[in-house]
């Protein structure tokens, strides 16, 4: 073996290596992180959706609208939020 076949089969080594030196168990989705965005998007209509019921009641009691003008006040708070 010459000292141009060991350059030839060091550089046909190097081309299969990985560039990064990454290991084979390692994911390269970001778990962790992934689940904490998670969790948020879920809580975020969660939280959206309780007030519904609570809207109308607000505007009522806060004297903001006459009550033939509750529903429409609450259409445009909902509009406002979402």
Do not use: C, W
């Amino acid at each position: 073996m010459g000292p141009s076949e060991s350059k030839t089969r060091s550089a046909k080594d190097m081309e299969s290596q990985p560039i990064l030196g990454q290991k084979s168990s390692d994911s390269p989705l970001p778990k962790t992180q992934l689940t904490i965005v998670l969790f948020a998007r879920m809580a975020e209509p969660i939280s959206y959706f309780q007030m519904f019921p609570y809207v109308n009641a607000m505007i009522e009691e806060m004297h903001v609208a006459p009550p033939k003008e509750v529903g429409f006040y609450s259409g445009l708070i909902r509009l406002r939020i979402a």
